[in-house]
């Protein structure tokens, strides 16, 4: 059974970068699936970040393009995301999940706070 | 961007009571639809693929339809365990993949 597991600050400041990093378990990160992150504001619903195949190729949402930026350490089964320059419409739970082609799979989530 | 709307956006139904919940898209995704239920401080969960195919482990309950634009969740007869937020998410056209607002299914 694959699992992951969010890790990272829950409280970041406005304008700073919120660096998180999913730990992948129970499966391997070198297969035919796509490693994501997805992000809910408290309250409310889902949106998609973007994902990294275990080659490195990413896909991206337009809408976060220019502030993000998702990586892959294969030796250590794992995939970080960098999301820069943030405000506080940046605070939500944010996920990793596995997606193949759906998402099948998905960490705990961990809170992050955009706030000074 | 493709857009999927989902009515109701709240649903009261009883234990025993069969729920439909809808969710509109934009323009075709094809079959490229899936069904996510989410309960508080959890994870969503995948409950149908490809519109109609129950993920593994999934009850028989649950069930999907709808093809293009329009599909629908059907729960047969709800237990205590389905009151949650469901959500659609589409996979036709990307990025981004999106999903529905969401349907809270509460209980009456």
């Known amino acids: 059974q694959v699992q992951l597991q969010e890790s990272g600050p829950g409280l970041v400041k406005p304008s700073g970068t919120l660096s998180l990093t999913c730990a992948v378990s129970?499966?391997?990160?070198?297969?035919?699936?796509?490693w994501s992150w997805v992000r809910q504001p408290p309250g409310k619903g889902l949106e998609w970040i973007g994902e990294?195949?275990?080659?490195?190729?990413?896909n991206y949402n337009p809408s976060l393009k220019t502030r993000v930026t998702i990586s892959a350490d294969k030796s250590r089964n794992q995939f970080s995301m960098n999301l820069y320059g943030v405000t506080a419409a940046d605070t939500a739970v944010y996920y990793c999940?596995?997606?193949?082609?759906?998402?099948?799979?998905w960490g705990q989530g961990t809170l992050v706070t955009v706030s000074s | 961007e493709i857009v999927l709307t989902q009515s109701p956006a709240t649903l009261s139904l009883s234990p025993g009571e069969r729920a439909t919940l809808s969710c509109r898209a934009s323009?075709?995704?094809?079959?490229?639809l899936a069904w996510y239920q989410q309960k508080p401080g959890q994870a969503p969960r995948l409950l149908i693929d490809d519109a109609s195919n129950r993920a593994t482990g999934i009850p028989a309950r649950f069930s999907g339809s709808g093809s293009g634009t329009d599909f629908t969740l059907t729960i047969s007869s709800l237990e205590p365990e389905d009151f949650a937020v469901y959500y659609c998410?589409?996979?036709?056209?990307?990025?981004?993949?999106?999903f529905g607002q969401g349907t809270k299914l509460e209980i009456k």
């Open positions: 990294i195949y275990y080659t490195g190729t990413t």
């Open positions: 998410q589409q996979r036709s056209d990307w990025p981004p993949y999106t």
């Open positions: 999940a596995r997606r193949g082609p759906y998402f099948d799979f």
């Open positions: 323009q075709s995704v094809s079959t490229y």
């Open positions: 129970g499966g391997s990160f070198i297969s035919s699936n796509w």
